[in-house]
């Protein structure tokens, strides 16, 4: 099958368990794949045979920015939700969400978590 994917995505947002990271916020990395057909789009080169890009950066967005969530697990369920109900061609997604500024007991480092959901 094939793939588009969007990689490092930036969003600053407002999830975490800590009441700090509610009222402070942080940036959120997302990498997003989206695995569809796309020999029709590849052979015509007809726009409207492949996803929109930009839907699925606003669908992305829309999640990021306008829900809160303890957990960067629920994060990263709801954009696949999302990703599906803005683009009824996309059959499976996975999605990484990176949390750069979780609160680790080390001076660097960075915290994701990546899921794959198929279509129902």
């Not at 569809?36 to 890009?53: F, G, H, I, P, R």
């Not at 809160?68 to 369920?77: H, M, P, S, T, Y």
């Not at 499976?92 to 007991?105: E, F, I, M």
């Amino acid at each position: 099958m094939d793939a588009i994917h969007l990689e490092d995505l930036a969003f600053y947002a407002f999830h975490g368990l800590h009441e700090e990271e509610a009222r402070l916020g942080q940036r959120f990395h997302i990498d997003l794949s989206c695995w569809l057909d796309l020999s029709a789009a590849a052979s015509s080169d007809d726009y409207a045979e492949t996803v929109c890009y930009a839907s699925l950066v606003r669908a992305v967005e829309e999640v990021v920015t306008t829900s809160r969530f303890k957990l960067i697990e629920r994060l990263a369920g709801a954009i696949c939700e999302a990703v599906f109900a803005a683009a009824p061609r996309v059959q499976r997604v996975r999605v990484r969400v990176y949390k750069p500024g979780a609160p680790l007991p080390i001076a660097a480092g960075k915290v994701s978590v990546e899921l794959t959901r198929d279509r129902a």
